[in-house]
């Protein structure tokens, strides 16, 4: 620990840490988002497939977030569950280019919402409506019709179109993330 870390800490300036689940279909630029919130040192240039899981971290103005990044392939899915407990926000990212697996990325999603350590928490949901900059990508307002967001009442959500190649529409959601987080009293 450093000498800043110390101090702010004796100081009770020590950043909240909270545990966010980054979930989603394979491919859809989970690993990519994360890796761009990451201090611009601390990147990397290479993205590869995630296998499992892996844990990232990065910090906002008041937070130092652990994201669990989970692989979105099909056989890693039923790991997902075990982490659940744990989050305290989520990250779904959607491949809005994707038209064809959005029916899947549909059903993922309320598989979670239906999950009994997830179902009865007011847990925000960050949607990142990701690839915005393909031609084919629909827009986010389309993307919440096909994933039925409405339905979502008792859960505050947001939903944010993203480019992570390019960074953009990243950090609006992570700020509305860090809102929610703050409002929480703990
Ligand atoms: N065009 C475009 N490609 C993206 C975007 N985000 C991620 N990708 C690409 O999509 C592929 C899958 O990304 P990755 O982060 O590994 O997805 P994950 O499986 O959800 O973790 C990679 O080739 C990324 O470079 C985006 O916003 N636009
Ligand atoms: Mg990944």
Redesign the pocket.
């Known amino acids: 620990m450093g000498l800043l870390d110390k101090l702010s800490g004796l100081l009770g300036l020590k950043k909240k840490e909270v545990h966010v689940l980054?979930l989603?279909?394979?491919?859809?630029?989970?690993?990519?988002?994360?890796?761009k919130l990451k201090p611009s040192n601390a990147q990397t240039q290479d993205?590869?497939?995630?296998i499992g899981f892996s844990i990232e971290k990065f910090k906002t103005s008041s937070l130092a977030f652990t994201v669990f990044?989970m692989?979105?392939?099909g056989r890693y899915r039923n790991l997902w569950e075990h982490y659940y407990k744990e989050g305290q926000a989520i990250i779904f990212?959607i491949?809005s280019?994707d038209r064809l697996r959005m029916v899947v990325a549909k059903e993922e999603l309320d598989i979670l919402l239906n999950h009994p350590d997830i179902k009865h928490r007011r847990i925000p949901i960050l949607f990142f409506a990701?690839?915005?900059?393909?031609r084919d990508?629909v827009t986010s307002v389309k993307v919440s019709q096909l994933l039925s967001l409405e339905n979502i009442k008792d859960k505050p959500w947001h939903i944010c179109a993203?480019?992570?190649?390019?960074g953009?529409g990243l950090q609006e959601g992570v700020d509305w993330l860090q809102d929610q987080i703050q409002a929480v009293k703990t």
């Open positions: 980054c989603g279909l394979d491919n859809s630029g989970k690993t990519t988002i994360i890796n993205i590869v497939p995630t990044d692989s979105g392939q990212v491949d280019s990701n690839k915005m900059d393909l990508a993203s480019d992570a190649i390019k953009e």
